[in-house]
């Protein structure tokens, strides 16, 4: 993997990819902090965001703007754009593609990306499809792992919370099964546990995982701790979402049970899961885990866009 | 006419005006090509939508970057601007030209961008008025028909769909009325035909037309084919909108029966009315057209603002 | 100040900051007329608006173009952020200022700004939270007053309209109580009267002010007429809105009564309380006012950013 053509799944990336993808990442960091660079000062990111997510949207941009390039967008285009006059995905695409060098991309449809990608003549970058994946935030939690802990292999994964909806934990998880000897446990309340295919998958891959209700158990070997929100827009009824929040929470109690290396992530927005003076300790990597987004996402629209 | 004061209307251009433009436009294709230019680094334009329009939008932000230029601007400003404080448009552009070097405006009342042209202390680019004009589409199809079949005198042209409030045709018609022995078929439902006001101009003008049900009377001997979308937003009810709605279908039967020479556009989006099979038709035009629009509006940007 | 950490209320200006800043201002409207400066290519400011304000919006990203910046940003956060996620705008803040170099921050909320500053790791400019304050509006209306009239001290100025929810009010009268012999009339409907903590604010620094009903009084012996719309997205009901509107005009009866050097500002949107029909006299301040913005702002983005 010199260059990408698309970034659609976190399957697509082996090992070697991953590795060259953390190598550039932390180059970026040092670019960043000396200003950045102007390497794409001709070239055009067009931010065709179908569903909000303004924090995803600004590292996008944030990352094209400190590599020199220039951006184009829509915050909300399903409110607004010629998806509601009846417009297919795939000729929004074909036009968009003929205005710009490269397209990141959400929608709320799962393969979305993909679709799009068939027939884009520019890269697409999948921001996030429905409840499908959302690989660049899987690339950043990965590189926030091996930043903060130096190493993947070997490591004892905890990913709490909405397991069901939650894409980033399958994308977590499918790029998890390219390393040595990792294990991950599964814990989330009854109705959104982690679905059968991310199982299967981890399974092909010999990965070791398990499902378990306690946290606690847990909380005193693991040495990462992904947390997530409990997403109240996904669930398909109030009572099924009453039913989830709230069960599984990280607070003071519950960090002086982990390990003094361990490490706590959350792809954010968080909602009350972590609890705020939890923020103090230095191995809440939540904050450090966004800004190193910034970078990845630099690295990855350079791999795109080729130098 | 060597640079361009405002862009309000298709009227405002003659034929050594429309010749200007489209040799312009071709020079911008390459400089597009060769990643466009520096001219405009210190220049704004603000994209002021009061309607959106994604991809109106895009071609125009897209074009001022490809000229080295910056942008600021608002994706939909009738739901949050100071339009819902009471302000009238004429404050709006008063203060926003103090802003920018350019206007491109899309607002949902006709005659919006000649009162804001009143105004302004900048040019204002008409980027579609309501049931009005639509200049900058009319201009990029126009360019798009001679570039395709090298010439535009003497051509038989198509318009189907939606006539009564498809502004795009009344500002193509006015276009075409500078050219020698052009003639119009007009086919539409009949509850969305041609306007009298369009027809008394062309009459003027001396252009030969013709308003006929018969799209596969005329199919085996036109040059151009335009079809255009049935615009639920804009007839006054649903009973009207059904029918309207598909009565004119552009499909594989019908491509046969064209020339080989024909070309098919669309102002795009389509919404059925042009069959996704057609597309893969050398005829099939209307990516082609949507292309062409990023090279006009760098064209008329670049007559704007001075060379 | 030589720089500035943060722009939150208007008391952290004292009268030699207010000098250094009127300088600088003077500065931008040369550099602006020069075609900007390329100060900052590598800096980028995020416009983090949670509530719309296009006209604001504009200036400031304008401001920033004209010095070379970069941008990105958010019309009207409030409706598609993390906010509806359930996120704290502390946590928001401490990601977004990971991905740019300045925050400039529109809220609904009052002390949203100083909460921001709380966390955030780059300078927040505060462009109006809720009823409280809007430093940057008042800092470009004093700016006006010292360009137009030559000084501020021994100034007399009459402040008309929604005197209760008007934050832009209470945000000059704070920068006004740092100059010396400074005369303010309050004129508002009833039911939009000053705070009594703006005038308690007043009589702590010593300045003259009044409370009166009859503008007419004022009005042939003032020196600046400082406009605001009643704001109806404010008033508790339609009730409370219609007996405050309409009761105080500046038309053109009542200019004839005002002397020949006057200065009639408004920091618009205006709904009414200005006729049309005064603008063309050259005591009409407002639009040069709006401009002016452009030229603060440039200064203020500068201090927050350094040169």
Redesign the interface.
């Known amino acids: 993997m010199s260059n990408l053509l698309h970034v659609i799944g976190s399957k697509q990336f082996d090992k070697a990819a991953l590795g060259e993808l953390f190598l550039a990442a932390k180059e970026m960091e040092q670019l960043a902090s000396q200003?950045?660079a102007?390497h794409f000062?001709?070239k055009?990111m067009?931010s065709l965001f179908f569903e909000?997510s303004?924090?995803t949207r600004?590292?996008f941009?944030?990352a094209m703007?400190?590599l020199g390039g220039?951006?184009?967008g829509?915050?909300?285009?399903s409110?607004?754009?010629?998806a509601i006059?009846?417009?297919?995905l795939?000729?929004?695409i074909?036009?968009?593609s003929?205005?710009?060098d490269l397209i990141v991309m959400r929608h709320t449809e799962v393969g979305a990306a993909q679709r799009a990608a068939a027939v884009s003549t520019v890269p697409i970058v999948n921001a996030g499809d429905g409840s499908g994946e959302h690989p660049t935030q899987a690339l950043l939690d990965l590189f926030t792992i091996q930043k903060e802990l130096g190493r993947i292999d070997g490591l004892h994964i905890v990913m709490i919370g909405d397991l069901t909806y939650g894409r980033t934990v399958h994308s977590l998880s499918y790029l998890l099964s390219n390393y040595q000897d990792v294990k991950i446990s599964f814990i989330a309340p009854d109705n959104a546990r982690i679905p059968v295919y991310v199982k299967q998958y981890l399974e092909e891959k010999g990965i070791v995982y398990e499902e378990t209700p306690d946290l606690l158990k847990v909380a005193q070997t693991a040495d990462v701790f992904y947390q997530t929100?409990i997403?109240?827009?996904r669930f398909p009824s109030i009572d099924e979402y009453n039913k989830a929040a709230g069960k599984y929470i990280i607070d003071l109690p519950l960090l002086d049970q982990m390990r003094k290396e361990a490490l706590i992530l959350h792809p954010?927005?968080?909602?009350?899961e972590i609890h705020?003076d939890v923020d103090a300790d230095p191995r809440a990597a939540y904050?450090r885990q966004?800004?190193n987004g910034?970078f990845m996402r630099m690295a990855i629209i350079e791999k795109c866009l080729g130098v």
Do not use: M
């Not at 409110?79 to 010629?82: C, K, P």
């Not at 006059?85 to 297919?88: L, N």
């Not at 954010?268 to 009350?272: D, F, I, K, N, S």
């Open positions: 200003g950045g102007n000062g001709d055009i067009c909000a303004t924090r600004f590292s941009e944030s703007h400190r220039r951006v184009i829509t915050e909300n285009a409110q607004f754009s010629s006059k009846g417009e297919t795939e000729d929004t074909r036009v968009v003929s205005y710009c929100r997403q109240k827009e954010l927005p968080r909602a009350g705020a904050f966004a800004q910034l």
